[in-house]
């Protein structure tokens, strides 16, 4: 199978962007980082993030693994 490809034009993507596209994609940005938020899976990054302020709220996840480990008889 042969693959066609279009000859392409290279295109700074802060180019294509107004003032006002701009404003809305860092206020956008900012509102989802907000709300709902981010899952964050590294402890050392969610601790930088609470020492400078952010809400961090810690969960707990449990593995298959470690299920099957510690209650095997429900596997």
């Known amino acids: 199978m042969v693959e066609s490809f279009k000859q392409g034009v290279l295109v700074k993507p802060y180019e294509r ?3 006002d596209h701009v404003k809305w994609l860092d206020q956008s940005s900012l509102d989802i980082l ?3 938020g981010i899952w964050c899976y590294n ?3 969610a601790k930088l993030f609470k020492s400078h302020g952010a809400n961090v709220r810690e ?3 449990l593995s298959k693994k470690l299920l099957q ?3 095997p008889g429900l596997f």
């Open 17 to 19: 962007l107004n003032q």
């Open 34 to 36: 907000s709300d709902p």
């Open 59 to 61: 969960e707990t996840v």
């Open 43 to 45: 402890e050392r990054a």
């Open 69 to 71: 480990k510690h209650l």
